[in-house]
């Protein structure tokens, strides 16, 4: 399983959060704990393999914000049975 996180400049608000998750839910429907953050400027999600910067970047332009990079790395479940 990966973390990938993707830096995006241009969300504001929570709503700008939203249309974000749902662009990266629409590109990757696979793609699980979506999460997009104004104040860090950033959105993270996991997948089971990485994912195309060029096909996100392109769907993010889409919408409005601006994508500026994408770094993948290595998750570990953390818990009680992780």
């Known amino acids: ?7 995006i400049d241009g969300m504001m608000c929570g709503m700008c959060e939203a249309h974000i998750c749902d662009t990266i839910r629409k590109v990757y429907p ?3 704990k979506v999460k997009a953050s104004k104040n860090t400027g950033e959105a993270t999600f996991l997948r089971e ?3 195309d910067d060029e096909k996100l970047a392109k769907a993010i332009a889409e919408t409005g914000y601006t994508f500026v990079s994408m770094s993948a790395e290595e ?3 953390h818990g009680f049975f992780g």
Do not use: F
């Open 30 to 32: 696979d793609a699980k």
């Open 49 to 51: 393999d990485g994912a």
């Open 75 to 77: 998750y570990k479940k």
């Open 1 to 7: 399983m990966k973390k990938i996180t993707v830096k």
